[in-house]
């Protein structure tokens, strides 16, 4: 029963965004179900911020909280410390996790999403990055968030406003696990890796460590920022990210309880191990 309701959902929500826009109206619907997750995503991820009707938006959420269920919820507070799973003596390995794995299923008081400047997610259909990933699994209501935040923005500072690197903006995390998304955008590495590189990366550490101490968020979940596509280093970004980390919560010790480390790729995990 549960299958056939999920297809059902799967099914009204395409055949509303193929419907709600000229340029996809001629698409057909897939017969298979992967074909058809794919289709959906891809909609969702070209889809400018504006509202759904009340009942899409109902079954929008229905259709992504039980895809999460289906991946398996990861109670991010009960994951083991590095002090323990890799026997960790450094500064604050009580507090801090290495977790390899998909971030959308981490139920936490925030996750952070590596964002671009423009703040509305990513608009390449089926894209990699994590900020595809997240905006995905949220749904709809993620991305017009972000808008109305970078509207009154605009309104503020004028038409031209992009985020400035290591600003973090904190939003509701809808149909995700977590309670909370905190976006930032790290420093883009174009060439040679720079010292003022360097201090970006770490000020977007310390930016949201502090924007989620301001907010009451005890649990925070980090990806591997500006190391996809924005080119900065793995090894180096994780050193920046846990000497930032350690030093900041050794600084502030009853501020935050939990931050996790989060990676996808073996490569990071090794780096990491390494490091904590």
């Not at 649990?219 to 090894?235: D, E, I, M, Q």
Request: charged share 25%.
């Amino acid at each position: 029963m549960g299958q056939n309701q999920q297809e059902a959902r799967l099914n009204t929500l395409l055949a509303y965004f193929i419907g709600e826009s000229e340029e996809y109206r001629r698409l057909e619907i897939p017969e298979h179900r992967e074909e058809k997750r794919n289709l959906l995503r891809s909609l969702m991820n070209v889809r400018m911020p504006r509202p759904l009707p009340e009942e899409i938006q109902e079954t929008q959420d229905a259709y992504l909280r039980e895809d999460t269920e289906e991946k398996g919820i990861v109670d991010g507070n009960a994951l083991r410390p590095v002090s323990e799973t890799l026997g960790s003596k450094k500064p604050a390995a009580k507090q801090t996790v290495l977790w390899q794995g998909d971030i959308t299923r981490l139920a936490v008081d925030a996750i952070v999403n590596a964002a671009n400047s423009e703040m509305l997610g990513c608009f390449i259909p089926m894209h990699s990055c994590i900020d595809n990933c997240i905006h995905t699994a949220a749904g709809v209501e993620l991305r017009a968030d972000c808008k109305r935040q970078m509207d009154r923005l605009r309104i503020q500072y004028g038409r031209d406003y992009e985020q400035p690197t290591a600003l973090p903006m904190l939003t509701d995390a809808y149909n995700l696990p977590a309670k909370k998304v905190i976006h930032v955008v790290g420093p883009i590495v174009s060439g040679a890796l720079t010292k003022q590189h360097e201090e970006e990366l770490a000020s977007c550490y310390r930016n949201v460590l502090s924007l989620a101490a301001d907010e009451g968020l005890k649990s925070l979940a980090f990806c591997c920022l500006s190391t996809g596509v924005f080119h900065f280093p793995g090894k180096r970004a994780a050193e920046i990210a846990a000497e930032t980390v350690q030093s900041w919560l050794t600084e502030n010790p009853d501020e935050i309880e939990r931050v996790i480390f989060n990676v996808f790729q073996d490569r990071d995990r090794e780096y990491y191990e390494a490091i904590l």
